[in-house]
Nanobody, 121 residues
Framework: QVQLVESGGGLVQPGGSLTLSCAASGSIFSINDMGWYRQVPGKQRELVAT???????NYADSVKGRFTISRDNGKNTVYLQMNSLKSEDTAVYYC???????????????WGQGTQVTVSS
């Protein structure tokens, strides 16, 4: 089995910063893309940022220039540095990973349990 465990969420004032971490563990041969998504009540989960194993990144327009995604392949961990936070960034943030569990096997999608980020004064 594979587990994704997020950490780093919390309450922050507008304009502040937070860093989220997500560590993957379990039966892992390699991890392809990793990413962060977010969801607010009543809305669909939306992409925040993704990063390939080689470090190519993709961001939602709403976070470009404010958020930075990075990863440590040796630790199977992905990070999301969030700066200049706004109230509209308030959401539950979910980590996602495309995991290959054995050599020559196909990849499967895994999700973390989510971590709450609240931006409020």
């Amino acid at each position: 089995q594979v587990q994704l465990v997020e950490s780093g969420g919390g309450l922050v004032q507008p304009g502040g910063s937070l860093t989220l971490s997500c560590a993957a563990s379990g039966s892992i041969f390699s991890i392809n893309d990793m990413g962060w998504y977010r969801q607010v009540p009543g809305k669909q989960r939306e992409l925040v940022a993704t990063i390939t194993r080689r470090g190519n990144t993709n961001y939602a327009d709403s976070v470009k220039g404010r958020f930075t995604i990075s990863r440590d392949n040796g630790k199977n961990t992905v990070y999301l540095q969030m700066n200049s936070l706004k109230s509209e960034d308030t959401a539950v943030y979910y980590c996602n990973a495309d995991v290959v569990r054995r050599r020559y096997a196909s990849a499967n999608d895994y999700w973390g349990q989510g971590t709450q980020v609240t931006v409020s004064s």
